[in-house]
Structure formats: structure tokens, C-alpha cells
């Protein structure tokens, strides 16, 4: 992150003044905008992001901003470049949806951008059940709006879901399709939860 300081003067009667002042860069590109430690101006430079989830551990001191944006700059050029999500320092809420670690190489000079599958919200355990009193078969999987798989149901329906979120609609799948559907409560309990599973609408 860029070190910015601030300055306010202001005398009764009198005009008052405002200034600011950074240390470091900032990147803007179509996928986002972020501070970041000074680097070589116009140097090569990573961008990544984790779906506006802020607070990710990137890099080594680095976090994503409040848009789930962050820039790793210095990178070498030509050479095979990492960059990590550090798991263990991982807000309590947050986990990471697929694999922590990107690799990719980089021309002089050129902005990288590699995209971080994270997921932010509560980790619950529930018992889904339809209207008929059956629950969904073993092996169904549950799936976000975004289509992301939050868990698998198992035996009895239970299902051990992670990054949930209040009020959330979430679609469980079988035989290939959305079957049926669930609605998170306004306020998630950290007790068990049993979820209704109505069917899915089709239009």
C-alpha cells in the first residue's frame, strides 16, 4: 500500500486548507484500480484480484483494497513470476476457493492480471430437506449466484457449507440441473441450521 499523509489548517474567521500527499504508485487498468509501494515508473507490474473480497493477504505485505484489488509491483521481467494468497493469515470469514497461487511471466514493462476465486461469509452446517419430507440425494451439490459449489450434501442432507451470507439464495443440483432452492435466515445461527429446499421455478 502507497503511505499517504493528510494535512487540515484552518484559523477562525479564516480560510481553512486541505492537502494530501502519497508515497508510492497507483495502477488503474479496465479490471480495477489500486495503491501500491513505489516501484520503477512504468515497471512491470501484477494485478490481482479476489472477486471485491478486501483484505486478502497477497504478496508478502500486501493486501487486496476495499474493491478486492491489489498490485504487486517490481516484477522481473521475462521470468517466471508467483504470487500467493497466504492462507494462514486469512480473516476468519474468508477462505480460498481454488488454488492460492498464480504463476505467469511478464514483457517489460506490461501489467499482469490474474484473478483469485475467493469466498467471503459464514461456514455453516445444515440439514436440507424438501417439501415431500426427502432431502436431496448424496453427492448433490449446493451452488451460489455466481455459481460457485459452497458444499455437498451428504447422507440425511446434511451439508457443510462455507462463505455464506445472510438473506443468500443458494440452488441445489442434481441429475445435472437446479433442483431445488434454499434461503439463508436474515441472521445465521451458529447452531445447526434446517433449511427448506423448494423447487426450482422454470420459466
Not at 43 to 71: C, Y
Not at 85 to 103: A, C, K, Q, W, Y
Not at 124 to 152: C, W, Y
Request: charged content about 15%.
Amino acid at each position: 500500500m502507497a503511505d499517504v499523509t493528510t494535512n487540515f489548517n484552518w484559523a477562525q474567521s479564516q480560510y481553512s486548507s486541505f492537502g494530501i500527499s502519497a508515497s508510492g504508485g497507483m495502477t488503474a487498468t479496465a479490471e480495477g484500480v489500486a495503491l501500491h509501494p513505489g516501484g520503477v515508473q512504468g515497471g512491470t507490474r501484477l494485478m490481482v484480484s479476489t472477486d471485491g473480497v478486501s483484505g486478502v493477504p497477497v504478496g508478502f505485505q500486501g493486501h487486496t483494497n476495499a474493491f478486492g484489488i491489489a498490485v504487486i509491483p517490481g516484477v522481473p521481467n521475462y521470468y517466471r513470476t508467483r504470487a500467493e494468497i497466504d492462507v494462514n493469515r486469512l480473516p476468519d470469514d474468508v477462505e480460498s476457493g481454488g488454488t492460492p497461487v498464480v504463476e505467469l511471466a511478464l514483457t517489460e514493462g506490461a501489467i499482469g492480471f490474474r484473478r483469485f476465486d475467493v469466498l467471503k461469509g459464514s461456514k455453516v452446517v445444515a440439514i436440507l430437506s424438501q417439501e415431500d419430507g426427502r432431502h436431496p440425494p448424496f453427492g448433490a451439490t449446493v451452488h451460489n449466484a455466481k455459481d460457485r459449489e459452497l458444499g455437498m450434501v451428504s447422507d440425511s442432507g446434511l451439508a457443510w457449507l462455507t462463505g455464506v451470507n445472510p438473506d443468500e439464495r443458494l440452488t441445489v443440483h442434481w441429475s445435472g440441473s437446479a433442483q431445488c432452492e434454499v434461503v439463508l435466515p436474515r441472521v445465521i445461527p451458529a447452531q445447526q441450521l434446517l433449511l427448506p429446499c423448494k423447487p426450482v421455478t422454470r420459466g
